[in-house]
């Protein structure tokens, strides 16, 4: 398979607006985005699949810095994800979501997110499981 240089930021979260605020502590990210009206479904709320985009990023990028604290330069891709929507998200809610790797080993991490509004109250919940590639 030919070598491949990683966007940064990648074009997913170029098109969600989604940034990473904070990636301090291994295995832990938080990541913020504004819920836009192009997100929308025909109730005027946001689509669930955004919500949950947004839990895979903050998800998998802190799969990828628990790897990284371990010595290891890593491509983690989703092998499954389950979100749980608590609450409509109207357009224009700033949403975060604070995902913590539960358990990392050499080919597996599994990871949680919660997906909070502005007023702190959660959304949505997500957990998923992430395949290890070692990448030189």
Not at 15 to 23: E, F, Q, Y
Not at 25 to 53: H, K, L
Not at 94 to 122: H, P, Y
């Amino acid at each position: 398979m030919p070598s491949r240089s990683i966007q940064v930021p990648p074009a997913c979260e170029l098109t969600l607006g989604a940034v990473c605020m904070d990636k301090s502590e291994p295995g832990r990210t938080v990541w913020r985005m504004v819920a836009d009206e192009r997100f929308a479904n025909p109730a005027g709320i946001v689509q669930g699949g955004f919500v949950s985009a947004l839990a895979d990023s903050a998800m998998g990028s802190a799969a990828v810095t628990a790897a990284l604290a371990a010595g290891r330069k890593v491509v983690a891709a989703n092998a499954e994800m389950k979100t749980s929507f608590l609450a409509a998200v109207p357009v224009g809610t700033v949403l975060t979501a604070t995902a913590t790797v539960v358990r990392a080993g050499r080919r597996v991490a599994f990871v949680e997110a919660d997906v909070v509004d502005a007023s702190g109250a959660s959304v949505a919940r997500a957990s998923s499981t992430y395949l290890y590639t070692d990448r030189g």
